[in-house]
């Protein structure tokens, strides 16, 4: 079964494709439409000053946008190669499982370990763990530490 790469189905990955092509060719198209009217215009000796001065803005700002969507073409193109790059997680498939066999053999009854008759012993003599190392807290707590100056 073949398995489609995650940047075919990542829609932001598109629109960025998209929006960049758009601005660039956009951009493009604008920066020649102004400077061919401005260039009849001022070749005519027909131009006035608002063809020439908005022609200009009109000019600079297309040519910004155009840089904006091949800055964005790069980006989409560097993120394409990155995707490459990252490891493809392979999915294993998983190891038979025997449905017939009896596992209940193994397992511990529900109530724990059923009682054998013998008493466990322990030696009362030694103190608990526990004990031993909550009773040096509680003394040290009683009595503060000397100052020294």
């Given at each position: 079964m073949p398995v489609r790469p995650q940047l075919v189905r990542n829609i932001a990955?598109?629109?960025?494709?998209?929006v960049s092509l758009g601005a660039t060719i956009g951009g493009a198209l604008v920066v020649k439409?102004?400077?061919?009217?401005?260039?009849?215009?001022?070749t005519a000796n027909t131009a006035t000053g608002v063809d020439v001065y908005v022609g200009q803005?009109?000019?600079v700002i297309a040519g910004i946008?155009?840089?904006?969507g091949i800055i964005?073409?790069?980006l989409t193109l560097t993120v394409a190669a990155l995707s490459g790059l990252r490891a493809k997680n392979a999915v294993e498939a998983p190891e038979h499982i025997d449905w017939q066999a009896d596992t209940t053999e193994d397992a511990e009854p529900a109530g724990g370990s059923e009682p054998t008759g013998e008493s466990e012993t322990t030696d009362e003599s030694?103190?608990?763990?526990?004990?031993?190392t909550a009773a040096p807290a509680a003394e040290s707590a009683a009595e503060p530490a000397p100052i020294t100056r």
């Open positions: 990955f598109w629109i960025l494709l998209i439409i102004e400077l061919d009217w401005m260039t009849t215009a001022l803005v009109a000019a946008v155009c840089g904006a964005g073409l790069l030694a103190p608990a763990a526990p004990a031993q």
